[in-house]
Protein backbone atom coordinates (compact mmCIF):
# COMPACT_ATOMS: atom_id res chain seq x y z
CA UNK A 1 0.00 0.00 0.00
CA UNK A 2 3.01 2.56 1.16
CA UNK A 3 4.56 1.51 -2.22
CA UNK A 4 1.88 2.74 -4.43
CA UNK A 5 0.77 5.60 -2.53
CA UNK A 6 4.58 6.66 -2.79
CA UNK A 7 4.19 6.14 -6.56
CA UNK A 8 1.28 8.28 -7.00
CA UNK A 9 2.92 10.66 -5.28
CA UNK A 10 5.99 10.28 -6.98
CA UNK A 11 4.12 11.04 -9.97
CA UNK A 12 1.82 13.95 -8.84
CA UNK A 13 4.90 15.82 -7.27
CA UNK A 14 6.86 15.10 -11.24
CA UNK A 15 3.68 16.60 -12.69
CA UNK A 16 3.88 19.43 -10.11
CA UNK A 17 7.80 20.25 -10.83
CA UNK A 18 7.01 20.16 -15.11
CA UNK A 19 4.14 22.84 -14.32
CA UNK A 20 6.83 24.99 -11.63
CA UNK A 21 9.43 24.48 -15.00
CA UNK A 22 6.67 25.55 -17.30
CA UNK A 23 5.49 28.75 -14.89
CA UNK A 24 9.25 29.66 -14.60
CA UNK A 25 9.72 29.66 -18.68
CA UNK A 26 6.47 31.56 -19.42
CA UNK A 27 7.68 34.53 -16.46
CA UNK A 28 10.91 34.17 -18.56
CA UNK A 29 9.68 34.91 -22.18
CA UNK A 30 6.82 36.96 -20.53
CA UNK A 31 10.33 39.34 -19.52
CA UNK A 32 11.23 39.57 -22.99
CA UNK A 33 8.21 40.82 -24.03
CA UNK A 34 8.24 43.42 -21.72
CA UNK A 35 11.49 44.32 -22.22
CA UNK A 36 10.78 44.80 -26.03
CA UNK A 37 7.96 46.87 -25.24
CA UNK A 38 9.53 48.95 -22.79
CA UNK A 39 12.41 50.07 -25.62
CA UNK A 40 9.74 50.35 -28.14
CA UNK A 41 7.84 52.58 -26.39
CA UNK A 42 10.24 54.77 -24.68
CA UNK A 43 13.11 54.47 -26.75
CA UNK A 44 15.67 53.80 -24.43
CA UNK A 45 19.18 53.35 -24.34
CA UNK A 46 20.27 49.94 -22.99
CA UNK A 47 23.42 50.28 -21.43
CA UNK A 48 26.42 47.83 -20.93
CA UNK A 49 28.98 48.24 -18.66
CA UNK A 50 32.11 50.16 -20.35
CA UNK A 51 35.87 49.33 -19.53
CA UNK A 52 37.51 52.00 -19.89
CA UNK A 53 39.29 55.25 -17.85
CA UNK A 54 36.23 56.81 -17.33
CA UNK A 55 34.33 53.73 -15.85
CA UNK A 56 35.58 51.14 -13.49
CA UNK A 57 35.14 47.66 -13.71
CA UNK A 58 32.42 45.49 -11.92
CA UNK A 59 35.76 43.20 -11.69
CA UNK A 60 38.52 45.23 -9.74
CA UNK A 61 40.84 42.55 -11.55
CA UNK A 62 40.33 44.11 -14.86
CA UNK A 63 41.26 47.59 -13.96
CA UNK A 64 44.67 45.78 -13.15
CA UNK A 65 44.72 44.55 -16.86
CA UNK A 66 46.43 46.28 -19.57
CA UNK A 67 43.85 47.62 -21.67
CA UNK A 68 44.15 45.67 -24.75
CA UNK A 69 43.68 42.99 -22.42
CA UNK A 70 40.17 43.94 -21.20
CA UNK A 71 37.42 42.75 -22.63
CA UNK A 72 35.24 44.69 -24.72
CA UNK A 73 31.77 44.54 -24.48
CA UNK A 74 28.78 45.99 -26.21
CA UNK A 75 28.88 49.80 -24.93
CA UNK A 76 25.14 50.68 -25.88
CA UNK A 77 22.54 48.87 -27.73
CA UNK A 78 20.19 51.66 -29.15
CA UNK A 79 16.94 51.09 -30.42
CA UNK A 80 17.05 52.03 -33.98
CA UNK A 81 14.93 53.67 -36.76
CA UNK A 82 14.84 52.40 -40.14
CA UNK A 83 12.62 53.02 -43.25
CA UNK A 84 12.73 49.07 -43.92
CA UNK A 85 10.80 45.94 -42.45
CA UNK A 86 13.36 44.35 -39.74
CA UNK A 87 12.15 40.83 -41.22
CA UNK A 88 14.96 40.14 -43.47
CA UNK A 89 14.25 37.68 -46.62
CA UNK A 90 14.01 33.85 -45.28
CA UNK A 91 13.41 34.47 -41.80
CA UNK A 92 10.24 33.44 -40.01
CA UNK A 93 8.21 35.64 -37.65
CA UNK A 94 7.69 34.68 -33.89
CA UNK A 95 3.76 34.88 -34.05
CA UNK A 96 3.22 33.98 -30.32
CA UNK A 97 6.24 36.60 -29.14
CA UNK A 98 3.89 39.41 -31.41
CA UNK A 99 1.04 38.41 -29.71
CA UNK A 100 2.11 38.86 -26.34
CA UNK A 101 4.16 41.92 -27.63
CA UNK A 102 0.80 43.34 -29.25
CA UNK A 103 -1.44 42.67 -26.00
CA UNK A 104 1.21 44.86 -24.40
CA UNK A 105 0.87 47.68 -26.37
CA UNK A 106 -2.73 47.67 -26.14
CA UNK A 107 -2.55 48.06 -22.79
CA UNK A 108 -0.21 51.28 -23.29
CA UNK A 109 -2.73 52.75 -25.63
CA UNK A 110 -0.27 51.96 -28.39
CA UNK A 111 -2.48 50.13 -32.00
CA UNK A 112 0.65 49.48 -34.24
CA UNK A 113 -0.08 49.24 -37.99
CA UNK A 114 2.29 46.18 -38.26
CA UNK A 115 4.70 44.92 -35.45
CA UNK A 116 6.89 41.75 -36.87
CA UNK A 117 9.35 39.53 -33.96
CA UNK A 118 12.10 37.43 -35.43
CA UNK A 119 14.83 35.33 -33.88
CA UNK A 120 18.23 35.82 -35.54
CA UNK A 121 22.17 35.12 -34.59
CA UNK A 122 23.65 38.10 -33.44
CA UNK A 123 26.49 37.98 -35.70
CA UNK A 124 23.88 37.93 -38.94
CA UNK A 125 22.14 41.14 -37.26
CA UNK A 126 22.85 44.16 -39.64
CA UNK A 127 22.61 47.15 -36.66
CA UNK A 128 25.45 44.67 -34.80
CA UNK A 129 27.68 44.19 -38.40
CA UNK A 130 27.43 47.81 -38.69
CA UNK A 131 28.52 48.71 -34.74
CA UNK A 132 31.10 46.38 -35.22
CA UNK A 133 32.58 48.33 -38.78
CA UNK A 134 32.09 51.70 -36.92
CA UNK A 135 33.57 50.77 -33.60
CA UNK A 136 36.70 48.85 -33.34
CA UNK A 137 36.23 48.50 -29.38
CA UNK A 138 33.35 46.48 -30.21
CA UNK A 139 33.06 43.07 -30.10
CA UNK A 140 29.83 40.38 -29.05
CA UNK A 141 29.87 40.20 -25.39
CA UNK A 142 31.16 36.11 -24.53
CA UNK A 143 27.92 35.08 -23.41
CA UNK A 144 25.79 36.18 -25.98
CA UNK A 145 27.93 34.81 -28.53
CA UNK A 146 26.00 31.35 -28.43
CA UNK A 147 22.46 33.08 -27.75
CA UNK A 148 19.87 34.40 -30.25
CA UNK A 149 19.21 37.98 -31.02
CA UNK A 150 15.40 38.75 -30.72
CA UNK A 151 13.96 41.17 -32.72
CA UNK A 152 10.99 43.54 -32.52
CA UNK A 153 10.05 45.87 -34.86
CA UNK A 154 7.11 48.88 -34.66
CA UNK A 155 5.54 50.63 -37.54
CA UNK A 156 2.47 52.70 -35.74
CA UNK A 157 -0.31 54.27 -37.73
CA UNK A 158 0.37 57.43 -39.66
CA UNK A 159 4.25 56.34 -39.68
CA UNK A 160 6.04 55.03 -42.39
CA UNK A 161 8.95 53.91 -40.59
CA UNK A 162 9.82 50.99 -38.05
CA UNK A 163 11.15 51.57 -34.74
CA UNK A 164 13.17 48.49 -33.95
CA UNK A 165 14.32 47.17 -30.34
CA UNK A 166 16.98 44.67 -29.92
CA UNK A 167 17.22 41.94 -27.25
CA UNK A 168 19.30 38.96 -26.63
CA UNK A 169 17.27 35.95 -25.61
CA UNK A 170 17.02 35.24 -22.24
CA UNK A 171 19.65 32.29 -20.64
CA UNK A 172 18.04 30.08 -18.25
CA UNK A 173 17.92 31.35 -14.62
CA UNK A 174 21.18 29.52 -13.16
CA UNK A 175 19.93 26.50 -11.26
CA UNK A 176 16.27 27.01 -11.83
CA UNK A 177 16.13 23.58 -12.94
CA UNK A 178 18.05 22.27 -10.06
CA UNK A 179 16.34 24.35 -7.05
CA UNK A 180 12.77 22.99 -8.51
CA UNK A 181 14.18 19.26 -8.58
CA UNK A 182 15.51 20.14 -4.94
CA UNK A 183 11.73 21.55 -3.68
CA UNK A 184 10.10 18.44 -5.31
CA UNK A 185 12.46 16.02 -3.44
CA UNK A 186 12.39 17.35 -0.50
CA UNK A 187 8.70 17.60 -0.47
CA UNK A 188 8.60 14.26 -1.58
CA UNK A 189 9.97 12.92 1.31
CA UNK A 190 8.30 15.02 3.60
CA UNK A 191 5.11 13.83 2.29
CA UNK A 192 6.47 10.09 1.93
CA UNK A 193 8.05 10.14 5.21
CA UNK A 194 4.82 11.60 7.52
CA UNK A 195 2.53 8.90 5.49
CA UNK A 196 4.94 6.12 6.01
CA UNK A 197 4.87 7.39 10.23
CA UNK A 198 0.84 7.30 9.47
CA UNK A 199 0.69 3.62 7.96
CA UNK A 200 2.76 2.24 10.44
CA UNK A 201 0.48 3.63 13.18
CA UNK A 202 -2.17 2.04 11.66
CA UNK A 203 -0.85 -1.36 10.49
CA UNK A 204 1.37 -2.28 13.83
CA UNK A 205 -2.53 -2.94 15.53
CA UNK A 206 -3.01 -4.62 12.32
CA UNK A 207 -0.22 -6.81 12.08
CA UNK A 208 0.04 -7.52 15.81
CA UNK A 209 -3.81 -8.49 15.33
CA UNK A 210 -2.46 -11.26 12.60
CA UNK A 211 -0.35 -12.88 14.17
CA UNK A 212 -3.06 -13.09 17.73
CA UNK A 213 -5.85 -14.79 15.14
CA UNK A 214 -3.05 -17.18 14.12
CA UNK A 215 -1.70 -17.88 17.20
CA UNK A 216 -5.65 -18.18 18.43
CA UNK A 217 -5.85 -20.40 15.00
CA UNK A 218 -3.50 -22.75 16.62
CA UNK A 219 -4.09 -22.92 20.54
CA UNK A 220 -8.08 -21.90 20.80
CA UNK A 221 -6.66 -20.40 23.95
CA UNK A 222 -7.57 -16.68 24.86
CA UNK A 223 -4.53 -16.16 27.29
CA UNK A 224 -2.76 -13.14 25.63
CA UNK A 225 -5.40 -11.19 23.78
CA UNK A 226 -3.88 -7.95 22.35
CA UNK A 227 -4.88 -4.50 24.13
CA UNK A 228 -6.50 -1.99 21.79
CA UNK A 229 -4.52 0.21 20.26
CA UNK A 230 -4.14 2.42 17.42
CA UNK A 231 -6.46 4.60 15.51
CA UNK A 232 -10.16 4.51 16.99
CA UNK A 233 -11.58 1.90 14.12
CA UNK A 234 -8.57 -0.06 15.10
CA UNK A 235 -9.64 -0.24 18.73
CA UNK A 236 -12.92 -1.24 18.05
CA UNK A 237 -11.98 -4.04 15.36
CA UNK A 238 -9.20 -5.28 18.38
CA UNK A 239 -12.08 -5.10 20.72
CA UNK A 240 -14.60 -7.36 18.61
CA UNK A 241 -12.03 -9.80 17.80
CA UNK A 242 -11.34 -9.86 21.40
CA UNK A 243 -14.98 -10.69 22.15
CA UNK A 244 -15.57 -13.29 19.04
CA UNK A 245 -12.71 -15.59 20.50
CA UNK A 246 -14.03 -15.35 24.11
CA UNK A 247 -17.54 -16.70 22.31
CA UNK A 248 -15.55 -19.15 20.39
CA UNK A 249 -13.55 -20.19 23.48
CA UNK A 250 -17.12 -20.65 25.14
CA UNK A 251 -18.52 -22.61 22.94
CA UNK A 252 -15.32 -24.79 22.48
CA UNK A 253 -15.59 -25.41 26.22
CA UNK A 254 -19.32 -26.09 26.05
CA UNK A 255 -18.68 -28.72 23.09
CA UNK A 256 -16.16 -30.44 25.39
CA UNK A 257 -18.51 -30.80 28.03
CA UNK A 258 -21.16 -31.65 25.90
CA UNK A 259 -19.08 -34.76 24.29
CA UNK A 260 -17.98 -35.77 27.77
CA UNK A 261 -21.12 -35.83 28.73
CA UNK A 262 -22.60 -37.86 25.80
CA UNK A 263 -19.93 -39.84 25.96
CA UNK A 264 -20.71 -41.04 29.36
CA UNK A 265 -24.63 -41.10 28.97
CA UNK A 266 -24.17 -43.71 25.72
CA UNK A 267 -21.08 -45.92 27.01
CA UNK A 268 -22.70 -46.94 30.41
CA UNK A 269 -25.61 -48.01 28.77
CA UNK A 270 -23.17 -49.89 26.42
CA UNK A 271 -21.52 -51.10 29.10
CA UNK A 272 -24.98 -51.90 31.06
CA UNK A 273 -26.41 -53.83 28.01
CA UNK A 274 -22.34 -56.05 27.11
CA UNK A 275 -22.99 -57.34 30.34
CA UNK A 276 -26.63 -58.07 29.68
CA UNK A 277 -25.87 -59.68 26.87
CA UNK A 278 -24.12 -62.59 28.60
CA UNK A 279 -26.66 -64.05 30.24
CA UNK A 280 -28.11 -64.72 26.25
CA UNK A 281 -28.03 -68.72 26.13
CA UNK A 282 -27.58 -68.70 21.99
CA UNK A 283 -23.82 -68.24 22.10
CA UNK A 284 -24.25 -67.54 17.98
CA UNK A 285 -26.39 -64.67 18.64
CA UNK A 286 -24.30 -63.83 21.91
CA UNK A 287 -21.22 -63.09 19.78
CA UNK A 288 -23.17 -61.15 17.19
CA UNK A 289 -24.43 -58.63 19.78
CA UNK A 290 -21.28 -57.85 21.37
CA UNK A 291 -19.77 -57.53 18.06
CA UNK A 292 -22.63 -54.46 17.77
CA UNK A 293 -21.98 -53.25 20.77
CA UNK A 294 -18.42 -53.04 19.97
CA UNK A 295 -18.97 -51.58 16.44
CA UNK A 296 -21.29 -48.97 18.09
CA UNK A 297 -18.50 -48.05 21.04
CA UNK A 298 -16.05 -47.92 18.50
CA UNK A 299 -17.74 -45.65 16.48
CA UNK A 300 -18.39 -43.26 19.26
CA UNK A 301 -14.35 -43.42 19.97
CA UNK A 302 -14.21 -42.13 16.41
CA UNK A 303 -16.56 -39.60 16.38
CA UNK A 304 -15.65 -37.76 20.38
CA UNK A 305 -11.80 -38.34 18.64
CA UNK A 306 -12.28 -36.53 15.53
CA UNK A 307 -14.11 -33.55 17.85
CA UNK A 308 -12.07 -33.14 20.20
CA UNK A 309 -8.93 -33.08 17.50
CA UNK A 310 -9.00 -29.50 17.14
CA UNK A 311 -8.30 -28.67 20.53
CA UNK A 312 -6.31 -31.42 22.15
CA UNK A 313 -5.66 -31.35 26.02
CA UNK A 314 -1.88 -33.59 25.59
CA UNK A 315 1.11 -31.02 24.67
CA UNK A 316 3.55 -31.43 21.68
CA UNK A 317 6.16 -33.72 22.83
CA UNK A 318 10.09 -34.80 20.50
CA UNK A 319 9.25 -37.57 19.54
CA UNK A 320 11.58 -40.05 17.35
CA UNK A 321 8.98 -41.13 14.16
CA UNK A 322 11.34 -44.00 13.26
CA UNK A 323 11.10 -45.24 16.92
CA UNK A 324 7.02 -44.16 16.54
CA UNK A 325 6.36 -45.81 13.45
CA UNK A 326 8.00 -49.35 14.35
CA UNK A 327 6.00 -49.47 17.35
CA UNK A 328 3.00 -49.20 14.89
CA UNK A 329 4.25 -51.53 12.94
CA UNK A 330 5.12 -54.14 15.34
CA UNK A 331 1.51 -53.95 16.53
CA UNK A 332 0.06 -55.13 13.69
CA UNK A 333 2.90 -57.50 13.05
CA UNK A 334 1.76 -59.18 16.63
CA UNK A 335 -1.81 -59.54 15.50
CA UNK A 336 -0.38 -61.76 12.40
CA UNK A 337 -0.93 -58.84 9.69
CA UNK A 338 1.85 -58.39 6.62
CA UNK A 339 3.11 -55.36 7.37
CA UNK A 340 6.49 -54.37 6.19
CA UNK A 341 9.00 -51.42 7.13
CA UNK A 342 10.79 -49.96 4.66
CA UNK A 343 13.05 -47.72 4.31
CA UNK A 344 13.52 -45.47 7.20
CA UNK A 345 15.60 -42.17 8.25
CA UNK A 346 16.20 -41.34 12.05
CA UNK A 347 14.12 -37.78 12.30
CA UNK A 348 12.94 -36.27 15.62
CA UNK A 349 9.84 -33.74 15.28
CA UNK A 350 7.83 -32.06 17.82
CA UNK A 351 4.28 -33.80 17.58
CA UNK A 352 1.41 -35.40 19.81
CA UNK A 353 2.55 -39.04 20.09
CA UNK A 354 -1.02 -40.35 21.28
CA UNK A 355 -3.01 -38.58 17.87
CA UNK A 356 -0.17 -39.07 15.47
CA UNK A 357 0.11 -42.87 16.53
CA UNK A 358 -3.65 -43.37 15.78
CA UNK A 359 -4.01 -41.74 12.77
CA UNK A 360 -0.94 -43.83 11.56
CA UNK A 361 -2.78 -46.86 12.68
CA UNK A 362 -6.30 -46.11 10.79
CA UNK A 363 -3.65 -46.08 7.67
CA UNK A 364 -2.22 -49.01 7.98
CA UNK A 365 -6.09 -51.13 9.16
CA UNK A 366 -7.33 -49.18 5.98
CA UNK A 367 -4.25 -50.57 3.84
CA UNK A 368 -4.55 -54.49 5.32
CA UNK A 369 -8.40 -53.92 4.74
CA UNK A 370 -8.25 -52.32 0.94
CA UNK A 371 -5.25 -53.14 -0.14
CA UNK A 372 -4.91 -56.85 -0.92
CA UNK A 373 -3.99 -57.72 2.87
CA UNK A 374 -0.48 -56.23 2.49
CA UNK A 375 1.09 -52.80 3.93
CA UNK A 376 4.69 -51.35 3.68
CA UNK A 377 5.56 -48.17 5.97
CA UNK A 378 8.33 -45.62 5.13
CA UNK A 379 9.91 -43.07 6.49
CA UNK A 380 12.26 -40.47 4.81
CA UNK A 381 13.40 -37.02 5.09
CA UNK A 382 13.01 -34.90 1.68
CA UNK A 383 14.69 -31.65 2.12
CA UNK A 384 13.53 -29.95 5.59
CA UNK A 385 10.52 -32.32 5.69
CA UNK A 386 10.04 -36.21 7.10
CA UNK A 387 8.07 -38.22 5.06
CA UNK A 388 5.89 -41.19 6.19
CA UNK A 389 4.76 -43.20 3.39
CA UNK A 390 2.05 -46.26 3.88
CA UNK A 391 1.88 -47.80 0.63
CA UNK A 392 -0.61 -51.50 -0.67
CA UNK A 393 -1.83 -52.85 -3.94
CA UNK A 394 -5.18 -52.24 -3.64
CA UNK A 395 -6.87 -51.36 -6.91
CA UNK A 396 -7.15 -47.97 -6.43
CA UNK A 397 -10.06 -45.62 -6.18
CA UNK A 398 -11.76 -44.27 -9.06
CA UNK A 399 -10.27 -40.19 -9.48
CA UNK A 400 -13.76 -38.66 -9.25
CA UNK A 401 -14.09 -40.42 -5.72
CA UNK A 402 -10.96 -39.58 -4.20
CA UNK A 403 -11.59 -35.97 -2.86
CA UNK A 404 -14.96 -37.63 -1.36
CA UNK A 405 -13.15 -40.18 0.67
CA UNK A 406 -12.14 -37.88 3.17
CA UNK A 407 -15.47 -37.01 4.36
CA UNK A 408 -17.06 -38.04 7.06
CA UNK A 409 -18.73 -41.60 7.24
CA UNK A 410 -18.13 -41.96 3.41
CA UNK A 411 -16.98 -45.47 2.89
CA UNK A 412 -14.89 -47.14 -0.04
CA UNK A 413 -16.83 -49.94 0.82
CA UNK A 414 -20.86 -49.53 0.45
CA UNK A 415 -22.08 -52.18 3.88
CA UNK A 416 -21.87 -51.22 7.03
CA UNK A 417 -20.44 -54.45 8.41
CA UNK A 418 -17.02 -53.19 10.11
CA UNK A 419 -15.70 -56.50 8.70
CA UNK A 420 -15.53 -55.23 5.40
CA UNK A 421 -16.30 -51.65 5.51
CA UNK A 422 -15.34 -49.24 8.66
CA UNK A 423 -17.51 -46.71 10.08
CA UNK A 424 -16.21 -44.10 7.49
CA UNK A 425 -14.14 -41.85 9.85
CA UNK A 426 -10.86 -43.38 9.29
CA UNK A 427 -9.23 -40.56 6.76
CA UNK A 428 -11.26 -37.94 8.10
CA UNK A 429 -9.56 -38.69 11.31
CA UNK A 430 -6.31 -39.19 9.74
CA UNK A 431 -6.93 -35.59 8.00
CA UNK A 432 -8.23 -33.39 10.89
CA UNK A 433 -4.90 -35.18 13.04
CA UNK A 434 -2.33 -33.89 10.30
CA UNK A 435 -4.51 -30.25 10.35
CA UNK A 436 -3.79 -30.32 13.80
CA UNK A 437 -0.20 -30.78 13.25
CA UNK A 438 -0.14 -27.83 10.79
CA UNK A 439 -0.09 -30.39 8.11
CA UNK A 440 -2.20 -31.32 4.97
CA UNK A 441 -3.32 -34.30 2.92
CA UNK A 442 -3.56 -35.64 -0.30
CA UNK A 443 -4.79 -38.95 -2.13
CA UNK A 444 -3.51 -39.95 -5.23
CA UNK A 445 -3.42 -43.57 -7.27
CA UNK A 446 -0.33 -45.02 -7.81
CA UNK A 447 -0.69 -46.48 -11.38
CA UNK A 448 -1.96 -43.58 -13.15
CA UNK A 449 -2.47 -39.41 -12.59
CA UNK A 450 -1.76 -38.26 -8.95
CA UNK A 451 -4.47 -36.03 -7.78
CA UNK A 452 -3.67 -32.53 -8.63
CA UNK A 453 -5.51 -30.66 -6.04
CA UNK A 454 -3.29 -30.49 -3.03
CA UNK A 455 -4.42 -28.86 0.60
CA UNK A 456 -1.79 -26.28 1.44
CA UNK A 457 -0.47 -26.06 5.38
CA UNK A 458 0.09 -22.36 6.50
CA UNK A 459 1.76 -24.34 9.50
CA UNK A 460 4.95 -25.10 10.74
CA UNK A 461 4.74 -28.55 9.89
CA UNK A 462 4.29 -30.53 6.93
CA UNK A 463 2.10 -33.22 7.62
CA UNK A 464 0.31 -36.17 5.11
CA UNK A 465 -1.54 -39.34 6.14
CA UNK A 466 -2.95 -41.63 3.72
CA UNK A 467 -4.65 -45.28 3.28
CA UNK A 468 -6.54 -47.51 1.24
CA UNK A 469 -5.39 -47.60 -2.45
CA UNK A 470 -4.23 -44.00 -2.76
CA UNK A 471 -1.02 -41.78 -2.10
CA UNK A 472 -1.49 -39.20 0.55
CA UNK A 473 0.69 -36.51 0.01
CA UNK A 474 1.08 -33.10 2.16
CA UNK A 475 3.01 -30.19 1.32
CA UNK A 476 3.61 -27.01 3.59
CA UNK A 477 4.45 -23.34 2.80
CA UNK A 478 8.03 -24.26 2.85
CA UNK A 479 7.92 -27.07 0.24
CA UNK A 480 5.97 -29.02 -1.75
CA UNK A 481 6.07 -32.61 -2.04
CA UNK A 482 5.98 -34.41 -5.22
CA UNK A 483 5.12 -37.66 -5.18
CA UNK A 484 6.30 -40.00 -8.60
CA UNK A 485 3.78 -42.60 -9.80
CA UNK A 486 4.61 -45.95 -9.72
CA UNK A 487 5.42 -48.75 -12.00
CA UNK A 488 3.10 -51.55 -9.90
CA UNK A 489 -0.55 -51.08 -9.33
CA UNK A 490 -1.96 -50.36 -6.20
CA UNK A 491 -1.39 -47.26 -3.49
CA UNK A 492 0.63 -45.51 -1.14
CA UNK A 493 -0.17 -43.23 1.84
CA UNK A 494 2.41 -40.47 2.82
CA UNK A 495 3.19 -38.62 6.44
CA UNK A 496 4.92 -35.27 6.01
CA UNK A 497 6.80 -34.12 9.51
CA UNK A 498 9.12 -31.61 9.57
CA UNK A 499 11.96 -32.86 11.80
CA UNK A 500 12.41 -30.69 15.05
CA UNK A 501 15.62 -29.11 13.74
CA UNK A 502 14.04 -27.39 11.62
CA UNK A 503 13.24 -23.29 11.76
CA UNK A 504 9.35 -23.08 11.45
CA UNK A 505 7.57 -21.47 8.61
CA UNK A 506 4.98 -19.35 7.57
Request: proline share 6%.
Amino acid sequence: MLLAVAVALLVAQAISAALLYRASEQRRQMGVANGLAFQLVSEPRIDYRETGPNRASADPREDDRPEEDRPRRWQRLRVEHTKISPLRPGESRDTAREEQLRVILAEQGIEPAQLVVTTRDVADDPYVEQRLRDREKWRIRPEWADRDLIVAGLQRKGETGWTVARMPHPAPEPGALGGIIGQTMIIYAMLVGGLALLLRRITRPLAALTRRMEQFARTRETDGQLQPAGPDDTRRLIEAHNAMEARIAALLDEKDVMLGAIGHDLKTPLAALRVRIESVEDQTERERMAATIEDITRTLDDILSLARVGRPSDQPETTDLAALTASVVEEFEDMGEDVEFGETSRIAALIRTTWLRRALRNLVANALRYGGGKARVSLLREGSMAVLRVEDDGPGIPENEIDAMMEPFRRGETSRNRVTGGSGLGLTLARAIADQHGGSLRLANRHGARISSIVRSKGSWAGVLATSSANWVSNSPARLAEQKPESMPGIERVTKMPPICCTRSR
